[in-house]
């Protein structure tokens, strides 16, 4: 092989390398292991947050549910779950009506129904704040779902959510898509590790 096609060769490798280096980062999700339950939890990187106008009380304020997508790892049984945190910035002492008992996501034109994952930390292995919002008193519950639901999630074009399955329950609007990090959890939890 003459010292042309070397050169050539080594031209194209560095400039495949440089064009890999200029590819955006993946979100990638954190492992944590939760004192209280023992289980391993592997979280998305960034929450994806929802909220509701709530203009009716005054200017600018809302009602939020931050959503993180997990897994449970307990000795090698996992789980997938996703944590909510209800928070308002009405009233600090609106979080606790905040609560969220049920939760209903529209994905593109499929309504899907989650339930709580248990009752206590110890059922859903969840003792641990993960992905909570930061500075404001917020009411956590942990909702059971399967990776194939997530990996639908993901990929949804559109995303809202209610916290009820009432007809005349209020949606709570995306308002910080992270999607890329759900997506990016998904990816890990299928295999494709970072």
């Known amino acids: 092989m003459g010292r042309r096609p ?11 390398l440089a064009g890999c280096a200029s590819l955006p980062d993946e979100p990638a999700p954190q492992e944590i292991l939760d004192e209280g339950t023992g289980a391993t939890l592997t979280v998305v990187d960034q929450p994806l947050v929802f909220a509701r106008d709530r203009s009716e009380r005054a200017a600018n304020l809302r009602d939020y549910l931050t959503v993180a997508g997990a897994s449970v790892n307990r000795s090698g049984r996992i789980s997938y779950v996703l944590i909510t945190y209800a928070w308002s910035t009405l009233d600090a002492r609106n979080a606790g009506n905040a609560e969220t008992p049920q939760l209903v996501v529209t ?3 499929r ?10 930390p110890l059922t859903t292995g969840v003792s641990t704040p993960v992905r909570a919002p930061a500075g404001v008193q917020s009411v956590s519950r942990v909702f059971a779902t399967d990776l194939d639901t997530l ?8 995303l809202r959510l209610q916290t009820s399955g009432t007809d005349d329950a209020p949606f709570y609007e995306l308002w910080d898509d992270q999607l890329g990090a759900l997506r990016g959890f998904v990816r890990y939890a299928e295999g494709d590790r970072f």
């Open 6 to 16: 070397v050169v050539t060769l080594l031209a194209c490798v560095g400039a495949m």
């Open 107 to 109: 994905a593109d034109d």
């Open 111 to 120: 309504q899907i129904h989650f339930a709580l994952a248990g009752a206590d």
């Open 151 to 158: 990996r639908f999630l993901c990929h949804a074009r559109s």
